[in-house]
């Protein structure tokens, strides 16, 4: 009797999509015997888990904001370098696989961008930028940052 094996590796989650885990049923079928065949089959459900989604797999770790003490109107364009946050991943496993982190910042809840006034974000460079001439901007502001993975944002 010869073996027959089928063997399937691949380092691409395009099969799961953005889905944190697939079923997929394996049938394994056998047959022995040339004139009179005596065939079986046994099928199980594989479940393959998206490690980018799996919290036992894949953790962002957040690092400090810097600390932003004040600043006054008037006073000139101030721009504040953030830090970038770090992937740790599952021993041995390679931190690449799930892509880039994207980066968000809030302003008292409110999210801000490149074009947000009078503290903007650009998510690239990782820099706030604060510029204002208004009194109305006078006050405390709390500065949320997140991070998450591009490829997969839920």
Same mark, same amino acid.
């Given at each position: 009797m010869r073996d027959n094996v089928i063997t399937f590796e691949t380092n691409d989650l395009e099969f799961l999509g953005t889905s944190p885990e697939?079923?997929?049923t394996v049938i394994l079928k056998g047959a022995i015997g040339s004139s009179f065949k005596l065939t079986s089959e046994v099928s199980f459900t594989l479940t393959l888990r998206n490690p980018c989604v799996n919290t036992t797999f894949i953790e #962002?770790?957040?690092r400090d904001l810097p600390a932003i003490e004040s600043y006054l109107i008037y006073e000139d364009f101030r721009?504040?370098?953030l830090n970038q946050f770090s992937i740790s991943v599952f021993p041995g496993e390679d931190p690449e696989i799930c892509g880039q982190i994207g980066y968000q910042l809030q302003v008292n809840g409110e999210e801000?961008?490149?074009?947000?006034?009078? #503290?903007?974000?650009d998510s690239n460079s990782l820099?706030?930028?604060i510029m204002s001439e208004s009194l109305d901007d006078v006050g405390v502001k709390n500065l949320t940052m997140s991070a998450?993975?591009?490829d997969f944002p839920e």
């Open positions: 697939k079923n997929v #962002i770790i957040p721009i504040v370098q801000i961008n490149r074009n947000s006034r009078p #503290i903007a974000f820099r706030v930028f998450f993975l591009q």
